[in-house]
Structures are given as structure tokens and as C-alpha cells.
């Protein structure tokens, strides 16, 4: 990488999300919990997604929540990462090729 701090950041980044997840809060978060005291939460529907691979911010397969917290973190960092390189990349390679 030409650039130091970027590996910097994305380890931090990597870092941040796989350990500090691992003391995340079990509560619900925000939204769930207001729409318990507000009283709409028995109305709400199931998502489509939730059976999904990273559905309910964990790694479906792994059994200990907080090592599956972190995994996603991980995982959700690193395709942010992955998808934002490849915009920027293509980007700076369609800016080149302009006259």
C-alpha cells in the first residue's frame, strides 16, 4: 500500500469493530426499545433478511453472541472497506482515461 496511514486506519478500524463488540451492550438498541415504550413493537413484522447471514448484528453458525458480534463487525468492515476501494479505484481509473 503506498499509503501507511490507510493500512493504519483499516487495522484500527478492524480493531475497534472485532474488539469493542465484544462488549456491546445485549440490550436492544434504540429503536426497539422505544417502540416498546411506546407500545408498536407487537405490530412490528418479521424482515425478509432475517435469516440472513449477518441478520441481528452476529454471524449466523457462531453459537457465542460475542464472538459473533465481533465477526460481523470484522466482516462489516472489511466489505465497506472492499466495496469503497473498488468505487474510488474505478473512479480514479475513468478519470485518467478522460481527455
Not at 36 to 60: M, N, Q, R, W
Amino acid at each position: 500500500m503506498k499509503n501507511p496511514l490507510i493500512a493504519v486506519g483499516f487495522a484500527v478500524s478492524l480493531a475497534i469493530a472485532g474488539g469493542l463488540s465484544y462488549y456491546a451492550s445485549s440490550h436492544p438498541d434504540g429503536f426497539e426499545k422505544s417502540a416498546g415504550e411506546i407500545g408498536f413493537l407487537d405490530t412490528a413484522k418479521e424482515s425478509p433478511l432475517k435469516d440472513s447471514p449477518l441478520a441481528e448484528y452476529g454471524v449466523a453458525g457462531v453459537e457465542n453472541e460475542r464472538i459473533s458480534g465481533g465477526l460481523a463487525g470484522v466482516i462489516g468492515v472489511a466489505s465497506t472497506a472492499a466495496i469503497s476501494f473498488g468505487i474510488f479505484y474505478g473512479l480514479r481509473r475513468f478519470n485518467k482515461s478522460k481527455p
